[in-house]
Nanobody, 119 residues
Framework: QVQLVESGGGLVQAGGSLRLACTVS????????IGWYRQAPGKQREWVAR???????MYEESKKGRFTISRDNAKNTVYLQMNRLKAEDTAVYFC?????????????WGQGTQVTVSA
């Protein structure tokens, strides 16, 4: 089992920045991918970014240039730096971990952290 705890959400004005953190209960060097998703009220959960075990980041196209995902293996933490925030970035942000073991995929989710961007 893998536990994920998100932190860093809050209320910020449009144009501002926030850094979210996802702290993982095990060595993240052993986890294939860790990513961020978000879910706005009344909308489906959408993928934001992910980072591989090797450190390669990937972003949903519209987040490129504003969001940066990074990892600190020593702290077992993955970060999402969000800049130039917009009202439409308001959502609950979830951390996600994907681990493959013996051809099985295991997916874990955190509880989420609320991000509210005021216009």
């Amino acid at each position: 089992q893998v536990q994920l705890v998100e932190s860093g959400g809050g209320l910020v004005q449009a144009g501002g920045s926030l850094r979210l953190a996802c702290t993982v209960s095990k060595n993240i060097a052993d986890i294939n991918e860790i990513g961020w998703y978000r879910q706005a009220p009344g909308k489906q959960r959408e993928w934001v970014a992910r980072i591989s075990r090797g450190g390669s980041p990937m972003y949903e196209e519209s987040k490129k240039g504003r969001f940066t995902i990074s990892r600190d293996n020593a702290k077992n933490t993955v970060y999402l730096q969000m800049n130039r925030l917009k009202a439409e970035d308001t959502a609950v942000y979830f951390c996600n971990a994907v681990q493959w073991y013996r051809s099985q995929e295991y997916v874990y989710w955190g509880q989420g952290t609320q991000v509210t961007v005021s216009a």
